[in-house]
T-cell receptor, first 112, second 114 residues
Framework: KAGVTQTPRYLIKTRGQQVTLSCSPI?????VSWYQQTPGQGLQFLFE???????NKGNFPGRFSGRQFSNSRSEMNVSTLELGDSALYLC???????????FGPGTRLTVL | GNSVTQMEGPVTLSEEAFLTINCTYT??????LFWYVQYPGEGLQLLLK?????DKGSNKGFEATYRKETTSFHLEKGSVQVSDSAVYFC?????????????FGKGTKLTVNP
């Protein structure tokens, strides 16, 4: 069974631009979560989706948004990029119902 | 609130040495506990988990026991290998309202020298 895939793997943007990251979960998984990883703040929870509904949201500004499609694929969007948004963005999927989350390789976003 | 505290390291060991990485947690409910590992340039891989008190998770020679009385989930391995060099994260899921949100510790970087 294929794992969680994330595209693109690397991205370079400039301040003020917006970016969309994509996550394809493991087949059959209905829950997708997103995390931001930075050297200073570590791993921080962004959002969680289950069956196209946002079930939980972390403490991030409104510039960070996400959605989940009917096939469970998910996207997250960051508008008006800031230098501090440079990070590794990780997506994780699970069956739902408090099961093990499986992580993708991440998208490395660099904001110049 | 919910939080995880783990020794930040870095930890440097010689091959075949004994490993302990301490992890303690604070949780409002009855969490599930996890250890994840991250190799350079990769995402997180689940190493082991425990869902209730006194459960022992184990995988690839690593073990951790869910200790409710001490709110701890320490990671141990009897004999480390060079290939175990990675960053290890302790995490919990609060299991509130059906959410699977993970709360992570800061991570512990382990380097094993031959």
């Amino acid at each position: 069974k294929a794992g969680v895939t994330q595209t693109p793997r690397y991205l370079i943007k400039t301040r003020g631009q917006q970016v969309t990251l994509s996550c394809s979960p493991i087949s059959g998984h209905r829950s997708v979560s997103w995390y931001q990883q930075t050297p200073g703040q570590g791993l921080q929870f962004l959002f969680e989706y289950f069956s196209e509904t946002q079930r939980n949201k972390g403490n991030f500004p409104g510039r960070f948004s996400g959605r989940q499609f009917s096939n469970s694929r998910s996207e997250m969007n960051v508008s008006t990029l800031e230098l501090g948004d440079s990070a590794l963005y990780l997506c994780a999927s699970s069956l739902g119902g408090v099961n093990t989350q499986y992580f993708g390789p991440g998208t490395r976003l660099t904001v110049l | 609130g919910n939080s995880v505290t783990q020794m930040e390291g870095p930890v440097t060991l010689s091959e075949e040495a004994f490993l302990t990485i301490n992890c303690t947690y604070t949780a409002t409910g009855y969490p599930s506990l996890f250890w994840y590992v991250q190799y350079p340039g990769e995402g997180l891989q689940l190493l082991l988990k425990a869902t209730k008190a006194d459960d022992k998770g184990s995988n690839k020679g690593f073990e951790a026991t869910y200790r409710k009385e001490t709110t701890s989930f320490h990671l141990e391995k009897g004999s480390v290998q060079v290939s175990d060099s990675a960053v290890y994260f302790c995490a919990l899921t609060p299991r509130e309202g059906g959410s699977e949100k993970l709360v992570f510790g800061k991570g512990t970087k382990l380097t094993v020298n031959p």
